[in-house]
């Protein structure tokens, strides 16, 4: 029997280069139309956008807990990679909130440098100062370490 593939940490924006692959992200829910199996998730202040269908964990999730501007962390697969005009879309088969995320934090703990506003939680871990850094990293590493 063939192991399941661990996901791939990525972040948002190195996400459309992974086509077919198990991958993990966090991503800014910026439209959610309770009707439709699709979320649309941004990291800013890019203007990329990532849609995540989250047919397949719907049922797990709270009433509620999708709201425009909340942060949330999705592991799940990649399409095959978009024609032209076309987008990427991550089927989930894991998705839970972030919470108060430190967003630049976090991108600098994943490898990259990412700035910028506009949802809720974003700047969290900037407004803490200095204390205790070490211990927050510890922490978000062993998080980035559960779903390797």
Request: one cysteine or more; a neutral charge; hydrophobic letters at 40%.
């Given at each position: 029997?063939a192991a399941t593939p661990a996901s791939r940490l990525l972040l948002?924006?190195?996400?459309?280069?992974?086509?077919?692959?198990?991958?993990?992200?966090?991503?800014?829910?910026?439209?959610?139309?309770?009707?439709?199996?699709?979320?649309?998730?941004?990291?800013?202040?890019?203007?990329?956008?990532?849609?995540?269908?989250?047919?397949?964990?719907?049922?797990?999730?709270?009433?509620?807990?999708?709201?425009?501007g909340e942060w949330v962390n999705v592991v799940g697969y990649t399409?095959?990679?978009?024609?032209?005009?076309?987008?990427?879309?991550?089927?989930?088969?894991?998705?839970?909130?972030?919470?108060?995320?430190?967003?630049?934090?976090?991108?600098?703990?994943?490898?990259?440098?990412?700035?910028?506003?506009?949802?809720?939680?974003?700047?969290?871990?900037?407004?803490?100062?200095?204390?205790?850094?070490?211990?927050?990293?510890?922490?978000?590493?062993?998080?980035?370490?559960?779903?390797?």
């Open positions: 029997m948002l924006h190195q996400v459309p280069s992974h086509p077919n692959t198990k991958v993990r992200f966090l991503g800014c829910i910026t439209t959610h139309d309770p009707t439709s199996p699709l979320l649309t998730l941004t990291h800013p202040p890019s203007r990329l956008a990532i849609h995540v269908d989250i047919s397949l964990v719907a049922a797990t999730l709270a009433l509620g807990s999708l709201r425009d399409s095959a990679a978009p024609a032209a005009g076309e987008e990427m879309v991550v089927t989930a088969i894991v998705l839970w909130g972030a919470g108060a995320v430190g967003v630049g934090e976090y991108a600098r703990v994943v490898g990259g440098l990412v700035g910028g506003g506009g949802c809720r939680g974003e700047g969290e871990g900037e407004k803490r100062g200095r204390e205790g850094r070490e211990g927050r990293e510890l922490g978000l590493l062993g998080v980035i370490g559960v779903f390797g």
